[in-house]
């Protein structure tokens, strides 16, 4: 999403100055929306995207980062080399 890369990274890599989301717990368990729609988080300076994206467009963001961590685990698990 346009606004989820500028701080956890492109294709959801982050840079390690915020969390890489492809290892989160919370994508496991509802939590993932208390922090992305409902600012749980927001004194550690993940703000509410409320204003912007609907519940609908935070499933489709934990959709993809799920996705890439797939990926993620098929490549260290093939043996490919490591892209983030």
């Not at 969390?19 to 939590?31: C, F, G, I, N």
């Amino acid at each position: 999403s346009r606004y989820c890369g500028s701080c956890h990274g492109d294709a959801a890599v982050a840079s390690g100055i915020t969390p890489d989301l492809r290892y989160s717990p919370l994508l496991a368990s509802d939590s993932f929306f208390d922090v992305v729609l409902g600012g749980a988080l927001k004194d550690n300076g993940m703000i509410s995207w409320t204003p912007v994206l609907s519940r609908d467009d935070a499933a489709a963001i934990r959709a993809y980062i799920i996705h890439r961590a797939h990926q993620t685990q098929a490549q260290k698990a093939a043996g490919e080399p490591w892209t983030g």
